[in-house]
C-alpha cells in the first residue's frame, strides 16, 4: 500500500476515477441485464395473463349474443328472422369456440386449468341443447320446446 501512498496527488486521482468509472461500468452491465430479462417477463405476461383476458371476455360476449339470438329465434314466427337468429347462433358458437381455444392457450396457472376443464363439459352441454332447438325450430315443434332448453 506504500506504493499508493508514493503517488503523486494526480496519479492518485487518475487511478480512483478509473476505479469509479469501471465500478459504474459494472453497475450499468448489471441494469442493462435486468432490463432485458425484466422486458422478457413483460412480454410473457402480456401474452399469458392479458389476452387471456380479452380472450375469455371475447368468449363471454359471444356466449351472451348467443343466447340473445336464441331467445329471439324463439320468440318471432317469421320464418326469415328465426333463420336471421339461426344464422347467427351459429356465428357466435363459432366465435366462442374460438375464444375458448385462444384461451386455452394462455392458462398456465393450475386453479384456471381446473376451472376452466369445468367450463369445457358444461358448454358442450348447452352446445348440444342449442341445436336440439334449432332442429326443433326448424322443423316446426316449437311449442315442444321447454324453458330449460335454453
Known amino acids: 500500500m506504500r506504493w499508493f501512498y508514493d503517488l503523486r496527488i494526480s496519479a492518485k486521482l487518475i487511478i480512483s476515477f478509473l476505479l469509479v468509472a ?7 452491465g448489471v441494469a442493462l441485464i435486468n432490463i432485458n430479462s425484466m422486458s422478457e417477463a413483460d412480454v410473457s405476461m402480456y401474452e399469458d395473463n392479458t389476452m387471456g383476458i380479452d380472450y375469455i371476455a371475447n368468449a363471454s360476449l359471444h356466449f351472451q349474443r348467443l343466447r340473445f339470438n336464441s331467445a329471439k329465434m324463439l320468440l318471432f314466427d317469421d320464418e326469415k328472422q328465426q333463420n336471421d337468429a339461426i344464422g347467427k ?10 375464444y375458448f381455444d385462444k384461451y386455452e392457450d394462455t392458462v398456465s396457472d393450475a386453479a384456471d386449468r381446473k376451472q376452466f376443464d369445468e367450463v369445457k363439459p358444461i358448454w358442450e352441454g348447452y352446445k348440444s341443447q342449442i341445436n336440439k332447438v334449432i332442429e326443433l325450430v326448424q322443423s316446426g315443434q316449437k311449442e315442444q320446446i321447454g324453458r330449460a332448453h335454453v
Open 89 to 98: 347462433i351459429s356465428e357466435h358458437i363459432t366465435g366462442t369456440e374460438e
Open 22 to 28: 469501471v465500478i459504474a461500468g459494472v453497475v450499468g
